[in-house]
């Protein structure tokens, strides 16, 4: 059994710990039909047809804006964000919705920003990127994965905290973005997590479901293997 960071497993990921499975792709092309069923929403927020061009700025349509203001948290970050000159930025096509933490720009891709809960699901994500604190050690291969891998935790955490504020707010749930077989664990890791307050513990042991239990958006990969690939590119 490999080692992880909490010392009492939860049960919930005991499964998911013991015996990994490699993740299955069943729509190589068509990763966001498997987007589309990573939780249960609201059908009011997931219809639109608006034309987003790839590489201009993203304004939020109206409903998309009713989602932001039922979070607290989302509103505060989004507002951080702009007086640091962050930038909202639809994606290139085949690009997926990713954060470059260097030319501070979020890019969310124009398939999801047509469905306001897939938007907020996204973005909540990508916030959690942005604000995650701890710094990079790319001293060893090891280090470096881990630490890209605790920044999906921190991801992740903040999406269920924007998730859980939206829903007592709105009775609105934007879901989570993650296999929905992981959903679960990341939950009860969560409610661990308001308990303890041992937010690095909590972001580290959701980062080791992702190595082998997730895969990245853009080339389909499991996360372990491709932050693997991005510290040999160096």
Same mark, same amino acid.
């Given at each position: /059994?490999? %080692?992880?960071?909490?010392?009492?497993?939860? *049960?919930?990921?005991?499964?998911?710990?013991?015996?990994?499975?490699? *993740?299955?792709?069943?729509?190589?092309? %068509?990763?966001?039909?498997?987007?589309?069923? /990573?939780?249960?929403?609201?059908?009011? =927020?997931?219809?639109?047809?608006?034309?987003?061009?790839? #590489?201009?700025?993203?304004? =939020?349509?109206?409903?998309?804006?009713?989602?932001?203001?039922?979070?607290?948290?989302?509103?505060?970050?989004?507002?951080?964000?702009?007086?640091? #000159?962050?930038?909202?930025?639809?994606?290139?096509? #085949?690009? #997926?919705?990713?954060?470059?933490?260097?030319?501070?720009?979020?890019?969310?891709?124009?398939?999801?920003?047509?469905?306001? %809960?897939?938007?907020?699901?996204?973005?909540?994500?990508?916030?959690?990127?942005? =604000?995650?604190?701890?710094?990079?050690?790319?001293?060893?291969?090891?280090?470096?994965?881990?630490?890209?891998?605790?920044?999906?935790?921190?991801?992740?955490?903040?999406?269920?905290?924007?998730?859980?504020?939206?829903?007592?707010?709105?009775?609105?749930?934007?879901?989570?973005?993650?296999?929905?077989?992981?959903?679960?664990?990341?939950?009860?890791?969560?409610?661990?997590?308001?308990?303890?307050?041992? =937010?690095?513990?909590?972001?580290?042991?959701?980062?080791?479901?992702?190595?082998?239990?997730?895969?990245?958006?853009?080339?389909?990969? *499991?996360?372990?293997?491709?932050?693997?690939?991005?510290?040999?590119?160096?």
């Amino acid at each position: /059994m490999r %080692n992880y960071c909490l010392s009492k497993l939860l *049960p919930s990921c005991q499964k998911l710990i013991e015996n990994i499975v490699e *993740p299955k792709i069943e729509h190589n092309n %068509n990763q966001f039909s498997d987007l589309l069923n /990573m939780a249960p929403m609201s059908t009011y =927020f997931l219809d639109e047809k608006i034309k987003y061009i790839p #590489g201009k700025k993203i304004r =939020f349509s109206e409903k998309t804006q009713m989602l932001i203001s039922g979070s607290t948290t989302l509103s505060r970050a989004l507002k951080t964000m702009e007086v640091d #000159g962050w930038k909202l930025v639809v994606a290139q096509r #085949g690009q #997926g919705t990713a954060t470059d933490l260097r030319r501070k720009t979020v890019f969310i891709s124009s398939r999801v920003l047509n469905h306001p %809960n897939l938007t907020i699901q996204a973005l909540s994500h990508e916030i959690g990127h942005i =604000f995650y604190t701890e710094k990079p050690n790319i001293k060893s291969k090891s280090n470096f994965i881990s630490y890209f891998l605790a920044s999906e935790g921190a991801a992740t955490i903040k999406n269920i905290e924007i998730q859980r504020e939206i829903i007592n707010h709105m009775a609105v749930d934007i879901g989570i973005m993650a296999n929905p077989r992981n959903i679960k664990c990341y939950n009860e890791v969560y409610d661990n997590y308001l308990i303890d307050n041992k =937010f690095d513990e909590a972001t580290k042991y959701i980062g080791e479901i992702y190595r082998y239990n997730e895969i990245t958006s853009n080339n389909l990969k *499991p996360y372990g293997q491709y932050y693997n690939e991005v510290y040999n590119d160096l």
